[in-house]
């Protein structure tokens, strides 16, 4: 099979153009791995000063009540 050399540069081009686009997909995912981390954080100091507020005691703090 032989292909011309104008059929080749459009197949590296291809190439080149999907090889950056995974890399753009890569880039993203990590800026959102990154924002994901940084808002489980958040979520957590904020569920603290929650229960900070509420005076330090938690539903799971509760003494049990005998039925």
Partial sequence: ???TLSEYR???QESATARQKISEA???RA????????LKK???????????????KTPQDAPEEDE
């Fill in 1 to 3: 099979m032989q292909i």
């Fill in 26 to 28: 890569n880039d993203k």
């Fill in 42 to 56: 958040e979520n957590a100091e904020l569920k603290e000063k929650i229960v900070q507020l509420a005076g330090g």
């Fill in 31 to 38: 800026e959102y791995y990154h924002e994901m981390e940084r």
């Fill in 10 to 12: 459009d197949l590296v």
